[in-house]
Structures are given as structure tokens and as C-alpha cells.
């Protein structure tokens, strides 16, 4: 017995270490297939380990459980958009929640299964709090989440939902889910547990409902680290270390990616999260001036003759591509330029698209090689020798004033300085403010040229002009 | 199985130290399939699941743990499916 324990243990161990190695193996793209190879020879150390475990004898429900769910898993890995990738992300997360608050369900339901009672029923005081908090963060992770997919989804406006007194009642629902996971370590009855679970979920819901669509990369890594804390919150229940060791990972690797993502729009966390950003656009004509200004409208002919006659071009999407879907018709058209001894590359902010890292897999599922791809800080300083910047699905990312205007919401973002390129060709809709409500300088100045339609039809007219 | 409170502890913060390390050697063009894949992983969870949907006797502990194994499978399978197609689409320039 005590040699088995042992052996598990190490089998555990093993698992955790795969999963290190395979998120070490996601610094490049080279060794990333492997990494992720690596993840799945841990995961299958670690779900073998426990099947083989004593203290699991009837296999047929989690023969069919497992099948039922790994079919609907590789069936919608299979046949997800790659656009679509954030509100899979998102649907995935709220999966680890529910799970996270069923298992810990589970240990409360049965506790002597799991070793954390004493002779009388009595759940361990540790183990109490231990369950609780892991039950607390997966409802949170859960409710949130489901937010979360929704707004990506489009199945709910994406706009910031605010009351009065909506951060007080949080703060007073917060307040009262710590209180509830003391109150639980007196008197471990249903309500109280049961209780905490339905408070948790009305939490995570209240928390996601103020925050706008496009602060959705913040909430998506946000929501990806509270999944891994809700993991370690059950592993400390469990007194599994690959389960503590994994969840200290996941949860250290969102809270990195929501630092990131803060940083690409110089605001703190805390503003994100309290939300009603981009709500209301009070600020669009105060600081930009009204559209009757004067801009340069150009055509698809002219863009495709200014482009082949240019030595470098920058691209820059963003979010509005991935809407039209138009990343591969931009390949197409940057195939051509290529052809025509044009120099292309591609210039993505830290905070284009729904979520971390999502303009970069929209344009490697378009088969843009990844060195043509650029991080804002190794890019920048090439726009003031590149003869064209072509803004596609971008806007608030651009904009000058987040560099010269202090009254503007967006003062201090990082943004790219596609002004400083020769000539500036702008695909848009129409004149439209961006998310952050503020008008873009850009489109007034000289060397833009504004290409209005929908960027993948535009695109392939330009492709067709050559 | 009576894990020490403290040892485990030090062992969540070891590996939160771990992971902010081997994060940020994550390169930017790659956090997609970086969240994709700590989503898969996260999903080790599905241990408490099995043992909790594992005794022979019918209890509302079994069906819950069932439930979670069919939840994380999802992700599991999925995650790591999804990943692997991200990260095969990864090409350098030819």
C-alpha cells in the first residue's frame, strides 16, 4: 500500500513536469508541437495513474463519460473558425469551472471517498476551507465564462451593462462569499455550501457584465487564470500535487497574459475589471471634431497602384478583419505584392483581435509565414521608412491622439505609428469611432487615404487591380 | 493520502514561480495556443472527477463526478486537438 502511494505519487510528479515542458515548448514555433505532444503524454500519465488507482472500482460511467465528452471535444476542435477561437477559449474555461465546482460538490456529497472526514462525518476543517474556495473560484470561473462566450458570440451586445450601484453590490456579494466560507468551517450543513455555489455563480456573472467587447482579451486571461486557481483550490482538497502544480501554472500564466494585455492599453487591471469602458461615446466628437471634415477617399485601383509602386508596405490588422474574415484574401494580395518585388510585412498590437495571440493565428491559418510577423516594439520604428501602412480592421490602435491628446480616453496606449508611414491607406466601413468612442486624427491627415467597404471585398478588388 | 498543508503549499508557490517564468519565455505569436493548451491542462482535474465517479455503489457523489468527467473529457480532447491544429498552421517563410 505504502509502495503504491509512492508510485502514484511519482506518477503525479512525472505528469507535472510534462506539463512545464509543454508550455516551455511554446517560445517558438519550432518546438511548440512537441511542447503540446508533451501535454498530452502528462495528461495521460496522470488519468491512467488514477484509473489504476484502488479506490476506483467500476469503470462503466467513466468509460461513457469520458467517450461522450472527448467525442464533443474533437468534434468541435475539429470544425471550430479560427475566428471563433476566443468564445472557444471562453466555452472551454467555463467547462473547467463547472467541473472544478461538481468535483468539489462531490468531496463535500461523499468525503469519506476522499479521505477528508474524521469517523463522524465531520469534513476536516482544512479540507472545509480547501473546498469551498475551490468550489467559490470554479463558479466564478463558470458563470463568468459563460458571460464571457456570450459576448463573443455575439449572442448578447457587447457593450458594457451598467447600474447604479453595481460595484458596491459586488463588493457586498464578495464580502459575503468570504463570509460564507467561514461560516462553513462552523457548520458544514447543505445551505451553507449549496449556499456559497449559487452566490459564487451570481458573482461571476455580476463581474463580466460591465466590461465591453474589446476588453475581452483581458477577461478571457482573466477568466484562464481563475480557472487554474479554481484547479489548485481542488488539488489542495485532494491532496494532489499535480492538480497544486498545474493550477499554480494556469493561474500564473492568465495573470501574465491580463498584465499583457493591461499594458497594451496602458490601463490598470482594476480599471478593466470594473468596467464601462467604451459604453458611451460622449468623447468622440468633444475630442476628435464632427465628420464633416474633409477626407481623402480613395479607390481600389488606387490603392493597388500606390501599393506596387511602393518599395515596403506594412500591414496592420485588426479585430475588423477577422470579422470579415478577410485574412485570406490578405494573403492573396500581399502574394501579389511579393510577386511585384514589393517588401511585406505585418505589424500586430498586443491587443488586436478578441484575445491574446489571435491575429497571429488568423494569419498563420492564412499561411502567412510567421518571420513576416511583427510585435509592436520590433516593428515600430520601421513605419517611418515604409512607403505604405495598410490599416485593415484597426482604429483605435493607430490613433496619434493616445500620443499627443491628454484629454483623450486613450492617452498613454501604446499604439503603432503607421502616421509616420509615406502614405497611409485606411480600410473601413465607414467613418465610424472606434471602440474606445474616440475619433481617429489619422483619417484627416494628408497622406491617408480612406478605403471604405468591407475589407475582404476591398482586399480582393485591390488583388484584382494589379 | 494526508498530504502536509505546508509542504503543499510551498510546492502552489514553487510552481507559481515556475510557471511566471516559463510564461514569459512564451513568444506573443503563440498565446493563443498558449491558452488553449493551459485550458487542456487545467483539466487534470478530471482526477478528482474519476475518483469521485469511480466506487461501485450509486451515490449523488458519483453522478456529479460522472458529469465532471464528461466535462473536462470535452476540454481535454479538445484542448489539446485544438492546440495541435493551431500550431500546425505555423509556417516559416518558404
Not at chain 1, 505504502?2 to 514555433?29: C, D, H, K
Not at chain 1, 472545509?128 to 459576448?151: D, P, Y
Not at chain 1, 481563475?226 to 485532494?238: D, E, N, P, Q, R
Amino acid at each position: 500500500m505504502e509502495l503504491q502511494a509512492n508510485i502514484t505519487s511519482l506518477a503525479y510528479l512525472v505528469a507535472a513536469v510534462l506539463f512545464i515542458l509543454a508550455l516551455r515548448g511554446l517560445s517558438s514555433p519550432e518546438t511548440s508541437r512537441t511542447g503540446n505532444f508533451m501535454g498530452m503524454l502528462g495528461m495521460a500519465i496522470a488519468v491512467g495513474t488514477t484509473i489504476l488507482s484502488p479506490e476506483i472500482t467500476s469503470y462503466g460511467w467513466i468509460l461513457g463519460a469520458v467517450f461522450v465528452g472527448g467525442a464533443a471535444g474533437l468534434i468541435i476542435a475539429s470544425r471550430i473558425a479560427m475566428t471563433a477561437m476566443p468564445q472557444l477559449v471562453a466555452a472551454f474555461h467555463s467547462l473547467v469551472g463547472l467541473a472544478a465546482v461538481l468535483v468539489a460538490g462531490a468531496a463535500y456529497l461523499n468525503p469519506g471517498s476522499f479521505g477528508l472526514a474524521d469517523a463522524a462525518g465531520q469534513i476536516y476543517i482544512a479540507s472545509r476551507v480547501e473546498m469551498a474556495l475551490g468550489a467559490m473560484i470554479g463558479a466564478i470561473t463558470f458563470s463568468g465564462s459563460v458571460i464571457a462566450f456570450a459576448k463573443l458570440q455575439g449572442l448578447v451586445s457587447g457593450k458594457p451593462v451598467t447600474f447604479a450601484g453595481q460595484h458596491m453590490l459586488n463588493a457586498l456579494l464578495g464580502l459575503g462569499a468570504v463570509a460564507l466560507v467561514v461560516y462553513f468551517c462552523l457548520d458544514q450543513s447543505p445551505e451553507v455550501f449549496w449556499g456559497l455555489v449559487a452566490l459564487a455563480f451570481v458573482l461571476g456573472f455580476l463581474i463580466i457584465i460591465p466590461i465591453g467587447g474589446a476588453d475581452m482579451p483581458v477577461v478571457v486571461s482573466m477568466l484562464n487564470s481563475y480557472s487554474g486557481w479554481a484547479a489548485a483550490g481542488i488539488g489542495f482538497t485532494l491532496h494532489n500535487n499535480a492538480l497544486i502544480v498545474t493550477g499554480a501554472l494556469v493561474g500564473s500564466s492568465g495573470a501574465i497574459l491580463s498584465y499583457i494585455m493591461c499594458k497594451g492599453m496602458n490601463r490598470s487591471f482594476f480599471n478593466v475589471i470594473l468596467g464601462g469602458f467604451g459604453g458611451d461615446s460622449t468623447a468622440a466628437s468633444a475630442s476628435g471634431g464632427e465628420d464633416d471634415r474633409p477626407v481623402k477617399q480613395g479607390s481600389a485601383e488606387d490603392a493597388a497602384f500606390i501599393m506596387k509602386n511602393a518599395g515596403s508596405v506594412i500591414i496592420v490588422p485588426g479585430y475588423g478583419m477577422a470579422v470579415a474574415q478577410a485574412q485570406h484574401a490578405l494573403r492573396e494580395m500581399c502574394d501579389e505584392l511579393k510577386k511585384a518585388g514589393v517588401k511585406v510585412s505585418y505589424a500586430i498590437h498586443p491587443v488586436a483581435g478578441r484575445m491574446p495571440g489571435h491575429m497571429n493565428v488568423l494569419l498563420a491559418e492564412a499561411n502567412v509565414p510567421y518571420d513576416e510577423v511583427f510585435e509592436l516594439e520590433d516593428i515600430n520604428s520601421e513605419f517611418q521608412q515604409a512607403d505604405v501602412a495598410f490599416v485593415i480592421g484597426a482604429n483605435d490602435v493607430t490613433n496619434p491622439a493616445a500620443k499627443t491628446d491628454p484629454t483623450s480616453p486613450i492617452f498613454g496606449m501604446p499604439i503603432l505609428d503607421v502616421e509616420k508611414a509615406k502614405t497611409v491607406l485606411f480600410v473601413k466601413r465607414g467613418m465610424a469611432a472606434g471602440y474606445a468612442g474616440v475619433q481617429n486624427e489619422l483619417f484627416f491627415k494628408d497622406n491617408t487615404m480612406m478605403l471604405f467597404g468591407d475589407a475582404k471585398k476591398m482586399v480582393e478588388t485591390v488583388t484584382r487591380s494589379f | 493520502m494526508h498530504g502536509d498543508f505546508i509542504s503543499q503549499l510551498s510546492i502552489f508557490v514553487l510552481a507559481v514561480f515556475v510557471g511566471y517564468y516559463v510564461v514569459w519565455s512564451v513568444t506573443p505569436a503563440l498565446h493563443t495556443p498558449l491558452m488553449a493548451v493551459t485550458n487542456a491542462i487545467s483539466s487534470v482535474i478530471v482526477v478528482g472527477a474519476l475518483i469521485a465517479a469511480g466506487p461501485a455503489d450509486m451515490s449523488q457523489a458519483k453522478i456529479l463526478g460522472a458529469v465532471a468527467v464528461a466535462l473536462a473529457s470535452v476540454n481535454i480532447f479538445g484542448g489539446f486537438a485544438v492546440t495541435q491544429r493551431m500550431l500546425a498552421m505555423y509556417k516559416k517563410k518558404k
